[in-house]
C-alpha cells in the first residue's frame, strides 16, 4: 500500500536561516512525487515535483527537493527561509500511473520567525 | 486563466440534509478529483472522474455519498442526509489528463453540520 509519512507536526526556525520539512514514502514502482503549500483558508498551492531525472528538484518560491531512492526521502529545502513561507507543507505520491490519486501526508507547519 | 473554481466556499447544513458541492475544473482540464480534509488530518481522496464516467471512488465512503462529472456543467460532490461527522474540508483538484502533471485546487468549500 502507497503510503507517505511526514515525522514532524511542526518545524520552527528563524528568518534567513535554511529550512528542511521532511518526507518519506513507500509505494511499488517508481514513485511520482510532489510537494504541496496551503495558507489558513486557501487551497493548496503547487510548489515542485519529481517525475524523473535529475534527484535535485527546483520549484517555486527558492524551494527544492532532493529525492533520495535507498532512503525513500524526499525532503523540501530553503536556503534561506523568509517569515511569508509559514505555512502547512504536503508532501504526496502518486504512483507511476496516470490518472491515479495523490496518497498525502499528514503535513507539517512551518513556523519563520523575525 | 482562471483557476479551479469552487462553490460555495462555505455550506451550513442541519444534520438529514443533503449538501452539494460543485467543482469547475480549470480549462482544458477533463479530470477532476475530490479529496476531503477532515480537522489535524492531512487530505484524503475521495473520488476520480473524467467527464460523464467514475474512474475511481475507492476512496468514497459506500453510502450517502455520490459524485458525478456530467458532459456540460461542474463537477458536483453530493452528501446526502448529512451527519456531524461530514463536516470537513472537501477540495477538488483539476489535472489535464494522463502523464504526470501536477494537479490543481480549488480553494476548497468548508462543511459545518448542526
Known amino acids: 500500500a502507497q503510503s507517505v509519512a511526514q515525522p514532524e507536526d511542526q518545524v520552527n526556525v528563524a528568518e534567513g536561516n535554511p529550512l528542511t520539512v521532511k518526507c518519506t514514502y513507500s509505494?511499488?514502482?517508481?514513485?511520482?512525487l510532489f510537494w504541496y503549500v496551503q495558507y489558513p483558508n486557501r487551497g493548496l498551492q503547487f510548489l515542485l515535483k519529481?517525475?524523473?531525472?535529475?534527484?535535485l528538484v527546483k520549484g517555486s518560491y527558492g524551494f527544492e527537493a532532493e529525492f533520495n531512492k535507498s532512503q525513500t526521502s524526499f525532503h523540501l529545502k530553503k536556503p534561506s527561509a523568509l517569515v511569508s513561507d509559514s505555512a502547512l507543507y504536503f508532501c504526496?505520491?502518486?504512483?507511476?500511473?496516470?490518472?491515479?490519486?495523490?496518497?498525502f501526508g499528514k503535513g507539517t507547519t512551518l513556523s519563520v520567525s523575525s | 486563466n482562471a483557476g479551479v473554481m469552487q462553490n460555495p466556499r462555505h455550506l451550513v447544513r442541519r444534520r438529514g440534509q443533503e449538501a452539494r458541492l460543485r467543482c469547475s475544473p480549470m480549462?482544458?482540464?477533463?479530470?477532476v478529483y475530490w479529496y476531503r480534509q477532515l480537522p489535524e488530518e492531512g487530505l484524503k481522496f475521495m473520488v476520480y472522474l473524467q467527464k460523464e464516467n467514475i474512474i475511481d471512488e475507492s476512496g468514497m465512503p459506500k453510502e450517502r455519498f455520490s459524485a458525478e462529472f456530467p458532459k456540460e456543467g461542474p463537477s458536483i460532490l453530493r452528501i446526502q442526509q448529512v451527519v456531524r461527522g461530514d463536516s470537513a474540508a472537501y477540495f477538488c483538484a483539476s489535472s489535464p489528463g494522463t502523464g504526470a502533471g501536477e494537479q490543481y485546487f480549488g480553494p476548497g468549500t468548508r462543511l459545518t453540520v448542526t
Open positions: 509505494v511499488s514502482g517508481n514513485p511520482y
Open positions: 519529481y517525475i524523473t531525472g535529475d534527484n
Open positions: 504526496a505520491v502518486r504512483r507511476n500511473q496516470a490518472g491515479t490519486a495523490l496518497i
Open positions: 480549462k482544458g482540464h477533463s479530470h
